[in-house]
């Protein structure tokens, strides 16, 4: 009884990546490049997670600071502590050319939003990476700001999506600094 369930878990997760890919390879692709325009003019990125979607700001930074699939040097990212004032993280170790970086993927908190409003202040790019109730978010963004949206009513498949988003982006800068790494097909 729970094999096929199992099964059809790998089914609709691998169905989803395949649908999303072509309507999100144009914004990871652009979010590396917000990325890569920070840390290769001395900048650094600021990553906060918020909700489920929290555990993927650490497992940013440590790809960030660690080598993802290959070895390279540390770059620049900033662990923003949760349960905090994000805001207040930002006034205070954001500085013009430095991206924020929000994962969450449920309806933002007046928290996420002032700190979005509060990274313009400062003059810093916005990587947001979203789920589908993500409307105040995109009000806020600028043309110079990047929204990723992982569209599903499922948090799941929200949160895998978000997570192979986050790979696309790492690999997508490693691509940049050290050349393309074949990709097995």
């Known amino acids: ?26 914004r990871i692709a652009e979010g590396v490049q917000a990325l890569l325009a920070s840390i290769t003019n001395g900048g650094k990125v600021l990553v906060g997670g918020v909700g489920h979607s929290a555990f993927l700001a650490p497992l940013f930074v440590g790809y960030f600071w660690g080598p993802f699939e290959r070895p390279r040097p540390e770059l620049a990212a900033l662990l923003l502590t949760p ?74 498949r929200v949160l895998e999506t978000q997570l192979l988003v986050l790979h696309c982006l790492c690999d997508g800068v490693d691509a940049q600094l050290l050349g393309d790494l074949e990709i097995e097909e």
């Open 83 to 156: 349960n905090r004032e994000v805001a207040g993280q930002v006034r205070a170790l954001g500085l013009a050319g430095d991206v924020l970086l929000i994962f969450s993927e449920q309806p933002p908190s007046p928290e996420v939003l002032e700190a979005i409003e509060t990274a313009h202040d400062r003059e810093m790019t916005v990587l947001a990476v979203t789920g589908p109730v993500s409307h105040e978010v995109s009000k806020r963004l600028l043309e110079t700001d990047v929204h990723i949206v992982a569209a599903n009513e499922r948090m799941m």
């Open 1 to 26: 009884m729970l094999e096929p369930r199992i099964h059809q878990h790998f089914i609709d997760s691998a169905d989803l990546s395949y649908q999303s890919a072509e309507g999100l390879s144009k």
